[in-house]
Every structure is written in structure tokens, then in C-alpha cells.
């Protein structure tokens, strides 16, 4: 029985998306972070979609982001943020946190 279990996780792939809304204040980046713990272990791909979120700080956001991206990018998963201002790209590539960047106008409708 614990094979064929096995066998299914190995063969699917689960993508879950999160997608905050409004000022990511401390308290805000830290929820979605919290999130991003819990889903990291079943989720082969999290995508944050920062489209709606309002980032006072790119290099905080970077910050409490860089631990959750380590841990998926070891576990030969990723980490997904759609929208992402050039701003906080920028960020991303300094602090050489392991997460992808997507345009917000190259996701599917």
C-alpha cells in the first residue's frame, strides 16, 4: 500500500497559488510567509501572484522570502512570483534568492 502511494506522489504535481491583497506591511509578509511554510511541503510549485499586493519594501519581501525559496529550490521545486516590479526583481538578483519571476501579462487568463 505504501508504495502505490508513493508511486502516485512521484507521478503528480501540485501547483497551489497564493495571492495578497492590499499593503504587505510586516505583519502582512509574514502571514504569507507562514503560507508559504505550510505549503511548501506538499506543493511541488507556489506561485505568489503580487499583482493586487502593494510592496513598500522589495528588499523586506526579499528578505522573509529568501528561506521558503531555498527550501523549495533544494527540494528541486519552485517558487513563482508573478508581478514582481523590476524593483523588487532587482532584489531578488542581489540577495541571489532562487525564485522565478513571471510579467503579470503572461499569465493565462
Known amino acids: 500500500m505504501m508504495t502505490e502511494v508513493l508511486a502516485a506522489e512521484q507521478c503528480g504535481w501540485l501547483t497551489t497559488i497564493l495571492r495578497p491583497a492590499g499593503t504587505l506591511d510586516p505583519s502582512a509578509i509574514g502571514r504569507l510567509v507562514t ?6 511541503a506538499t506543493s ?3 506561485i505568489v501572484d503580487l499583482t493586487a499586493a502593494d510592496i513598500g519594501s522589495p528588499r523586506r519581501l526579499v528578505t522573509s522570502l529568501r528561506a521558503p525559496a531555498v ?9 513563482l512570483l508573478v508581478g514582481a516590479s523590476p524593483a523588487l526583481a ?3 538578483d542581489r540577495a541571489a534568492v ?4 513571471l510579467a503579470a ?3 493565462p487568463a
Open 71 to 79: 527550501s523549495l529550490d533544494r527540494a528541486g521545486r519552485c517558487l
Open 98 to 101: 532562487p525564485a522565478v519571476t
Open 90 to 92: 532587482d532584489e531578488l
Open 44 to 46: 511541488d510549485m507556489v
Open 35 to 40: 503560507a508559504l511554510s505550510h505549503l511548501m
Open 105 to 107: 501579462d503572461m499569465m
